[in-house]
C-alpha cells in the first residue's frame, strides 16, 4: 500500500464525498470563515473528516475551494467545494496550529484501485441510468474510473465508504453493479407511473 501524510485544517461536516463529488455550503462560524478566506486567498485543501461505526474506521474527503457563490455583509458565504482524494484519518485536533479552525492528521490513499476502469457491464448499466435520467446520451467510456461512476450515483455516506473500504476492484464493480440495477428499476417504474402504467 501507498500512502502519503499530512497535516491539514478540517471542516467537520459528517459527510463523505468521493472525487469529483461537489456540495454547497453556507459558511457563517468565524473559525470556517477564517478556513475558506485562505482556502480561496492560498488555494489550500482541506479535509471534512468522517467515521463509520459499522466499520469501527475513519475517511477523510480532501477538498478544494472551487466557487464562492455569495459574499454577505456579515462576513458569511455561499461557497462551493469538490473533493478531489481520499484520506484515512490518523488524529483530530481541535484547533489546528496557529488557527481557530480544527485539523488532523491524515493518510492519502493511493491504491491503484482507486483509478480503476469500470467493467462492461457496469459501464452499460450506467449509460442504462443516464439515459433515464437524462434522455440518450453519449459516453466516452475510456475517460471513466470506477469512482467517477459512484461519485454519479449519489449514494449514501455509509455505501460510499463501504466501498472504499472494500479495496477491491472486482468487488467493487459488483457493489455499483448491483446499485445501478436496483436504481434503474425504480426509474424505470417511475417513468412507468407517468406514462400512466405501472411495471411488476
Do not use: W
Given at each position: 500500500m501507498s500512502t502519503?501524510?499530512?497535516h491539514i485544517p478540517f471542516f467537520p461536516l459528517n459527510i463523505f464525498l468521493l472525487p469529483g463529488e461537489q456540495v454547497p455550503l453556507h459558511i457563517f462560524?468565524?473559525?470556517?470563515?477564517q478556513l475558506f478566506a485562505e482556502a480561496e486567498?492560498?488555494?489550500?485543501?482541506?479535509?471534512?473528516?468522517?467515521?463509520?461505526a459499522d466499520l469501527g474506521c475513519g475517511y477523510v474527503s480532501v477538498c478544494r475551494l472551487v466557487d464562492v457563490v455569495k459574499r454577505y455583509h456579515s462576513g458569511e458565504s455561499d461557497v462551493v467545494i469538490?473533493?478531489?482524494a481520499i484520506g484515512k484519518l490518523k488524529s483530530f485536533q481541535s484547533v489546528f496550529p496557529k488557527k481557530q479552525?480544527?485539523?488532523g492528521i491524515i493518510e492519502i490513499e493511493q491504491e491503484s484501485y482507486l483509478d480503476s476502469k469500470p467493467t462492461n457491464e457496469v459501464m452499460a448499466a450506467f449509460e442504462k441510468y443516464l439515459s433515464l435520467l437524462e434522455g440518450s446520451v453519449k459516453l466516452d467510456v475510456s475517460a471513466y474510473r470506477l469512482l467517477d461512476v459512484a461519485a454519479s450515483l449519489k449514494l449514501s455516506n455509509a455505501d460510499k465508504v463501504k466501498l472504499i473500504y472494500t479495496?477491491?476492484?472486482?468487488?467493487q464493480n459488483a457493489f455499483?453493479?448491483?446499485?445501478l440495477k436496483y436504481i434503474n428499476l425504480l426509474?424505470?417504474?417511475?417513468?412507468g407511473i407517468e406514462n400512466g402504467f405501472i411495471l411488476n
Amino acid at each position: 500500500m501507498s500512502t502519503t501524510e499530512k497535516h491539514i485544517p478540517f471542516f467537520p461536516l459528517n459527510i463523505f464525498l468521493l472525487p469529483g463529488e461537489q456540495v454547497p455550503l453556507h459558511i457563517f462560524e468565524p473559525r470556517f470563515r477564517q478556513l475558506f478566506a485562505e482556502a480561496e486567498s492560498e488555494s489550500i485543501s482541506f479535509g471534512l473528516p468522517f467515521e463509520d461505526a459499522d466499520l469501527g474506521c475513519g475517511y477523510v474527503s480532501v477538498c478544494r475551494l472551487v466557487d464562492v457563490v455569495k459574499r454577505y455583509h456579515s462576513g458569511e458565504s455561499d461557497v462551493v467545494i469538490e473533493a478531489h482524494a481520499i484520506g484515512k484519518l490518523k488524529s483530530f485536533q481541535s484547533v489546528f496550529p496557529k488557527k481557530q479552525y480544527p485539523g488532523g492528521i491524515i493518510e492519502i490513499e493511493q491504491e491503484s484501485y482507486l483509478d480503476s476502469k469500470p467493467t462492461n457491464e457496469v459501464m452499460a448499466a450506467f449509460e442504462k441510468y443516464l439515459s433515464l435520467l437524462e434522455g440518450s446520451v453519449k459516453l466516452d467510456v475510456s475517460a471513466y474510473r470506477l469512482l467517477d461512476v459512484a461519485a454519479s450515483l449519489k449514494l449514501s455516506n455509509a455505501d460510499k465508504v463501504k466501498l472504499i473500504y472494500t479495496n477491491n476492484t472486482a468487488k467493487q464493480n459488483a457493489f455499483l453493479l448491483r446499485n445501478l440495477k436496483y436504481i434503474n428499476l425504480l426509474l424505470e417504474q417511475e417513468k412507468g407511473i407517468e406514462n400512466g402504467f405501472i411495471l411488476n
